[in-house]
Nanobody, 127 residues
């Protein structure tokens, strides 16, 4: 079993930056695809970004492309989401997620493909 814990959220003005972290504990020695999702107020959970186990493959939602950067440090079992040029539409609860994989380069964008989830962390962008 893998436990995920997010940190780094908070309140920021439009145009500002935040860096989210997700630490994995437990059976973190297996290969995992890791992703970020978010749930804006009154809306469904949506894909934000994903990174393969190797770190060489990444995908981003169109809404965050060019502004957000996903990365990971497998030695620290930690994934990051650097969020720049934040806009009020980025306001949401952000979740990290992990899915076991046998391919070091695979990525997944559907929340149904993920086995493990963090508790979520609030990000609020004021205008």
């Amino acid at each position: 079993q893998v436990q995920l814990s997010e940190s780094g959220g908070g309140l920021v003005q439009a145009g500002g930056s935040l860096r989210l972290s997700c630490v994995a504990s437990g059976r973190a020695s297996s290969w995992y695809v890791m992703g970020w999702f978010r749930q804006p107020p009154g809306k469904e959970r949506e894909f934000v970004a994903v990174i393969s186990w190797s770190g060489r493959s990444t995908l981003y939602a169109d809404s965050v492309k060019g502004r957000f950067t996903i990365s990971r440090d497998n030695a620290k079992t930690t994934m990051y989401l650097q969020m720049d040029s934040l806009i009020p539409e980025d306001t949401a609860v952000y979740y990290c997620a992990a899915a076991r994989t046998v391919s070091s380069g695979s990525v997944r964008t559907s929340p149904r493909e993920y086995d493990h989830w963090g508790q979520g962390i609030q990000v609020t962008v004021s205008s």
